[in-house]
């Protein structure tokens, strides 16, 4: 079989009616993506205006919360996939929309919206739980063909992550606990799509809203692209679209031949 040369994109839009008021639509057009990958849609399928029903040239699924203008993840697609799974079994995770799982012939894509440890940490043990099933599921997935993961995973896994490491050691996205299951995914044979090609790069997926953050550039890199190392010769290129706005994460994007 012939491979495909694919771009996909990772965007955590905050919002998808929101990010429709700040250009996405046109972005989309844009940009072409093969793929689009979408987190924190906070929105029902059933209530979106029609344009963003209806996205031309794509397939679109969509994994809504039960809880209204919450969480969610939605994928949008040229290639019609195989099969699209939503949940991973467990009632908790699965009734806040942060699953969407797609199988194509050659490979899975998994997008992922992770929990938010909250301040004071209040939903870490959640999210402890969360990402314990997150891994066990995944290694299923791998057993059977190449994975892509991707998503939102609300955390910096390490110092160069993130603008100020010192201050937020024990903050919601960098405590040893949330890194630890970044490091226990890459153990366990998930590449970084952006670390394996920009080792030493200091760049950013997300930034507070607060305190001029995005003009200052003082964020964290949260938004990821892992594949499983069945894929490594194939990944081409791996980069981070910072200078996109539109919402408080910015796209993230990988070339890969499938």
């Known amino acids: 079989m012939k491979s495909k040369h694919l771009k996909l994109y990772s965007w955590n839009l905050n919002g998808i009616r929101a990010a429709k008021r700040h250009g996405f639509l046109d972005w989309l057009e844009k940009t072409s993506p093969d ?21 031309s040239n794509y397939h679109a699924y969509f994994s809504d919360a039960q809880k209204r203008g919450y969480s969610g993840t939605a994928i949008l697609t040229k290639e ?3 099969k699209i799974i939503k949940k991973i079994g467990i009632e908790k995770f699965d009734n806040e929309g942060r699953f969407l799982l797609l199988e194509f012939d050659n490979f ?3 997008n992922t919206y992770f929990p938010h440890t909250q301040r004071e940490l209040a939903r870490l043990d959640f999210k402890m739980e969360f990402n314990e099933a997150y891994l066990k599921f995944v290694k299923k997935l791998k057993k059977k063909k190449p994975v892509i993961l991707t998503g939102d995973f609300n ?26 299951f970044a490091d226990e995914l890459t ?3 998930y ?39 069945n894929l490594k010769s194939n990944i081409k290129k791996a980069e ?3 200078k996109t706005f539109g919402s408080d994460h910015c796209p993230v994007m990988l070339d890969i031949s499938l």
């Open 155 to 180: 955390v910096a896994h390490k110092e160069i992550d993130l603008k100020n490491d010192k201050m937020n050691k024990k903050n919601a996205g960098f405590t040893p606990e949330e890194r630890a």
């Open 35 to 55: 793929i689009l990958c979408i987190q924190e849609t906070k929105a029902q399928f059933d209530i979106l205006p029609e344009n963003l029903q209806e996205f």
């Open 240 to 242: 981070i679209h910072d």
């Open 191 to 229: 590449i970084d799509t952006f670390r394996h090609f920009h080792p030493n790069t200091e760049k950013y997926t997300w930034w507070t809203y607060r305190f001029n953050a995005r003009e200052r550039n003082m964020g964290w890199r949260i938004d990821y692209f892992f594949v499983s190392e």
């Open 80 to 82: 019609k996939p195989l």
């Open 187 to 189: 153990s366990s044979g």
């Open 108 to 110: 899975f894509l998994f």
